[in-house]
C-alpha cells in the first residue's frame, strides 16, 4: 500500500531533520570529475572509486587531458574498479566528444548526457542533479529497495521507481530526494538486514519486517 502524501511529506521531513545537508559520497572537483566518477560508480562503491580518482584526476581533470593520457593509462589507474577495462574506454570516448561536441564542457542537458559514452539515465540524474542543481531522482539499488520497502513508490523498474516518485514526493523535498534515500539506503535500510531499530523514518515505513539491527 503506497503512504499517504502526509506520509510522504513526513518521511522527508524526518530524513532532512537527521541529514540537513546531504551530499553525494563521491569525490570530485568539476562537473567533468563527477561524471567520470558516476560513470565509474556503475556496479562499484563508492569508497573503491573515491581510492581510485585521486591519482587519475591528478593527471586528468579536464576532457582534453583524459583523452592525452589514453585508454591503457586510464585502464591502470582505475583497475581495482569492477569492470575497469569498458570503464575506461567510456571515460576517453566520453572525454573525446565532450571535446568534440561541447566545447569540453558537461553539457546540463539530459539528451545530450546520455548519449555520451556510459553514461545511461541513473548517471545523467546525478548529474543534473549535483553539478545542475536540476531536481532529477536517480534511482539505484538503494533508491529502488527503500521505495519499494517502505511504500514510497513500487516498481519493477528503476525507471517506474523514478517515475512513482517524480508523482510524489513534495517539490520542496526533490532537490535533495535522492541522496537522502540513497544514505538511508546505503547505511541504515540495508538490503539484507535493514537497521529498523535506528531507522528514523521506522515508524512511516510500510515494510513488515522490522528487523533487529
Known amino acids: 500500500m503506497a503512504l499517504s502524501k502526509t506520509k510522504v511529506d513526513k518521511l ?3 530524513l532532512a531533520a537527521a541529514t540537513p545537508a546531504p551530499k553525494s559520497e563521491l569525490d570530485y572537483k568539476s562537473p ?3 561524471l567520470v566518477a558516476v560513470v565509474l560508480s556503475a556496479q562499484a562503491t563508492d569508497v573503491g572509486v573515491n581510492k581510485a580518482t585521486p591519482a587519475l584526476f591528478a593527471l586528468a581533470d579536464t576532457p582534453e587531458k583524459m583523452v592525452k593520457l589514453g585508454e591503457a593509462k586510464v585502464r591502470d589507474k582505475i583497475k581495482t574498479i569492477g569492470l575497469y577495462r569498458n570503464k575506461a574506454k567510456n571515460v576517453v570516448a566520453l572525454s573525446q566528444a565532450l571535446v568534440e561536441h561541447h566545447q569540453s564542457q558537461v ?3 539530459r539528451e545530450a548526457l546520455e548519449a555520451l559514452p556510459g553514461v545511461g539515465r541513473k548517471t545523467a540524474n546525478v548529474v543534473l542533479n549535483v553539478a545542475f542543481d536540476q531536481p532529477t531522482i536517480a534511482v539505484d539499488t538503494h533508491v529502488f529497495r527503500l521505495a519499494n520497502r517502505s511504500g514510497l513508490a513500487s516498481g519493477k523498474t528503476p525507471l517506474d521507481v523514478e517515475k512513482g516518485l517524480l508523482k510524489v514526493v513534495p517539490e520542496r523535498w526533490r532537490q535533495h ?3 537522502w534515500l540513497i544514505l538511508h539506503g546505503r547505511h541504515v535500510c540495508k538490503a539484507r538486514k535493514p537497521n529498523c531499530p535506528a531507522c528514523v523514518i ?3 515505513c510500510r515494510y513488515g519486517a522490522k528487523e533487529e539491527a
Open 107 to 109: 553539457p546540463a542537458e
Open 32 to 34: 567533468f570529475t563527477l
Open 177 to 179: 530526494a535522492h541522496h
Open 202 to 204: 521506522a515508524k512511516i
Open 12 to 14: 522527508f521531513a524526518e
